[in-house]
Nanobody, 125 residues
Framework: QVQLVESGGGLVQAGGSLRLSCTASGRTFSRYCVGWFRQAPGKEREFVATIWSGSRTYYADSVKGRFTISRDVAKNTVYLQMNSLKPEDTAVYYC???????????????????WGQGTQVTVSS
């Protein structure tokens, strides 16, 4: 089991940037698929980005070209760099990880076993 802690959320104006961090403890998660998801009030949790099989990445269409997911193996941390933020990006952002999908990746929350507590991102217009 790996414990995940997100950080880096906050309040930012539209067009601004934030970098979220997801740090793992308990064991190294260099061989885990890691995903970022978000959930806005009254909406279902949705996929944002994932990194798997080393440095392969995949993004939701809504964030493609604006968000970048990356991994720092030495720090046991995965980042989500968010640029050109929009009010519709406002949500609680969660990171999730699972070793069983390391070679395939996944956009489905149900396929991730380990979850962080979430960090709030609010983008003002």
């Amino acid at each position: 089991q790996v414990q995940l802690v997100e950080s880096g959320g906050g309040l930012v104006q539209a067009g601004g940037s934030l970098r979220l961090s997801c740090t793992a403890s308990g064991r190294t998660f260099s061989r885990y698929c890691v995903g970022w998801f978000r959930q806005a009030p009254g909406k279902e949790r949705e996929f944002v980005a994932t990194i798997w099989s080393g440095s392969r990445t995949y993004y939701a269409d809504s964030v493609k070209g604006r968000f970048t997911i990356s991994r720092d193996v030495a720090k046991n941390t995965v980042y989500l760099q968010m640029n050109s933020l929009k009010p519709e990006d406002t949500a609680v952002y969660y990171c999730a990880a699972d070793p069983s999908i390391y070679y395939s990746g996944s956009v489905y929350p149900a396929e991730y076993e380990n979850w962080g507590q979430g960090t709030q991102v609010t983008v003002s217009s």
